[in-house]
């Protein structure tokens, strides 16, 4: 039961991990190189896509999606989504989808004359899913080395943990106070009635003469 117990804990905390990694914001320091616009046909990967954007029609099948490509300070290449998430999840309420798209075209650079931008974003970007992190802003930063704190995630992270804390505090003081003194008062009667028929079997087995 331990085994079985310590196990169940260790999926619930890497969801919950793998959630928050997804859904909460990072920054790429990255060059960009070229933006686009391509037709996406939605299949088994349709979960890491957002809706459509805001006023369009939505269609299931497939629709235009803007993309932002660039490259980091070591060379690797970063594909970017650009697409709207309106107010539904994650709650980035990013209506600005074509002027995103219009400010990553205006920064486009070359490795000769390197402009750096700090890409917001949140997802993954994973070859083999075909699915790619959405872009929610860009801003101008001072060169490839510059330092960026997490300052959100900090933030919610220790909240997170705080109100997790704060819940499991009170839950093992409930447990102590209401549930295992019930549970103990179940067992002794259980074992109360036990007791009262077997001696009451007792008085029905012969007596030695």
């Known amino acids: 039961m331990t085994y079985i ?17 997804y859904t909460l914001p990072q920054r790429d320091i990255v060059r960009i190189v070229g933006t686009e616009n391509r037709r996406i046909d939605f299949g088994e990967n349709s979960i890491f896509w957002a809706a459509p954007d805001s006023g369009t029609a939505v269609n299931a099948v497939n629709r235009d999606v803007f993309f932002i490509q660039a490259v980091r300070a070591n060379g690797r290449p970063m594909v970017y989504r650009n697409e709207d998430t309106g107010s539904g999840w ?41 699915i790619y ?20 995630n900090i933030v919610f992270l220790t909240l997170l943990l705080a109100l997790v804390w704060g819940v499991t505090v009170r839950w093992r003081r ?3 106070r209401r549930i295992t003194p019930a549970i103990d008062r179940m067992d002794m009667a259980v074992d109360e009635r036990r007791a009262g028929v077997s001696r009451w079997l007792g008085t029905w087995r012969k007596k030695p003469r």
């Open 5 to 21: 117990k310590w196990t169940f804990w260790i999926v619930i905390w890497a969801l919950l991990a793998a959630f928050l990694h």
């Open 174 to 176: 409930f447990k102590a």
């Open 90 to 130: 994650p709650p980035y309420f990013k209506f600005d989808t074509a002027n995103l798209q219009t400010e990553a075209e205006d920064s486009v650079s070359t490795a000769a004359a390197p402009r750096w931008f700090a890409v917001r974003h949140y997802g993954w970007r994973n070859e083999f899913l075909t």
């Open 133 to 152: 992190p959405n872009a929610v802003s860009i801003t101008p930063v001072d060169g490839p080395d510059v330092t960026l704190i997490p300052w959100f």
